[in-house]
């Protein structure tokens, strides 16, 4: 098992992490459903039928453990909009963000690709 804290800090994200368009519905329902709670918490009123309207989905991964899950749509002119950024809780606190959301990461080239 990987662990963030374990690895050198000479290890990029991209070594480490994976961003996997495209969830399948079950196991995103299983993700939502698993972590209800902690993303009401987080994200108050986000709902199954949010995610229903969703048309970019990607789960971030390290290794085969899911660390996180960003659900979006496209918005048009190479933008999305995020409906939810979520981390599972083992993996909070860390700056994912950085691996997602960077000029040219991810995300961003695969949102303009949609």
């Known amino acids: 098992m990987v662990y963030l804290w374990a690895i050198p800090s000479s290890v ?3 070594e480490l992490l994976k961003l996997v368009p495209s969830p399948s519905e079950a196991y995103l329902k299983h ?17 199954g039928d949010a995610a229903a309207r969703i048309n970019l989905g990607f789960l971030i991964l390290t290794g085969a453990e899911t660390v996180g899950l960003v659900l979006a749509r496209n918005a048009g002119h190479g933008s999305a909009q995020v409906d939810l950024d ?15 959301y960077r000029p040219g990461g991810p995300l961003a080239s695969r949102a303009t690709e949609e």
């Open 86 to 100: 979520y981390v599972v809780p083992r993996y909070q606190g860390f700056t994912l963000g950085e691996f997602v």
């Open 31 to 47: 993700l939502l459903h698993e972590f209800d709670a902690d993303i009401q918490h987080f994200n108050p009123g986000f709902s």
């Open 12 to 14: 990029g994200c991209d």
